[in-house]
């Protein structure tokens, strides 16, 4: 049986409907784990990669999950516009990487897409926000000393408006506020984006860092 961890079950958590695309699976732990769990019915586990596919297929044959998740191999979600899903789940990927994928995705508009970047977040929700996807849902998920990050998105056609800071923070985040944990992730957040004011004493830089402050100070 698969137990996730913090990171990969956030990322679960945010699964609303019952067939799955899972790109870049590596081990397929999420769709199986779903699948064994019966949160969905049939999954897709697809990587650019031979060899996490191979990994990909012996976990979902050692799980008896062989009639319901097939492997493919591809870039992104290239070639998978026909295929009946609920969700979409890219996660241990960079946000600028997700982001190239989502772009040239017509399957990315149909579907909950449920986003775990491991780098520039700011940038991916800029990207959504900017093309049409409105964020629904977000949370964090602590691993040791790392605090990672889920975006849940659905295309609506719409433009959304952000501040900045929000697409540092995510404006779910800040709504929802688990206390103890976003206030370690403003404190994080803002430690980074203070090494790169020094660095750079870009003004905008210095806006964000007194708007992430005044949450701080509110929490
Ligand atoms: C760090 S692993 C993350 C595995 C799993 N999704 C998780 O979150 O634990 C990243 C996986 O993405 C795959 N990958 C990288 N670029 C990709 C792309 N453009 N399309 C599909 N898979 C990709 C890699 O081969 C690797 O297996």
Request: aromatic share 8%; hydrophobic share 35%; charged share 30%.
């Amino acid at each position: 049986m698969i137990i996730l961890t913090p990171r990969l079950d956030a990322v679960a958590s945010f699964v609303s409907g019952d067939r799955l695309i899972d790109v870049g699976t590596d081990h397929a732990f999420l769709p199986v784990y779903l699948l064994n769990t019966g949160k969905i019915k049939y999954a897709w586990a697809t990587d650019i990669n031979k060899g996490p596919l191979k990994k990909a297929s012996e976990t979902i044959y050692l799980s008896d999950c062989s009639d319901k998740c097939e492997t493919i191999l591809t870039d992104g979600l290239d070639g998978l516009d026909e295929l009946d899903c609920t969700d979409i789940s890219i996660a241990g990927m960079g946000g600028i990487l997700i982001t190239e994928i989502l772009e040239r995705s017509e399957l990315a508009k149909k579907a909950n897409l449920v986003l775990q970047p491991m780098t520039h977040p700011h940038l991916l929700r800029k990207f959504l926000y900017d093309n049409g996807f409105s964020i629904v849902g977000e949370g964090l998920a602590k691993e040791d000393r790392r605090i990672y990050q889920v975006i849940n998105a659905k295309y609506t056609g719409i433009a959304e408006e952000y501040s900045d800071y929000e697409l540092y923070l995510g404006k779910k985040n800040i709504e929802n506020k688990d206390p103890e944990l976003f206030k370690q992730f403003c404190e994080k957040v803002h430690r980074e984006l203070d090494i790169k004011f020094k660095g750079t004493k870009d003004p905008n830089l210095g806006i964000i860092l007194n708007e992430i402050e005044r949450i701080i100070n509110q929490l």
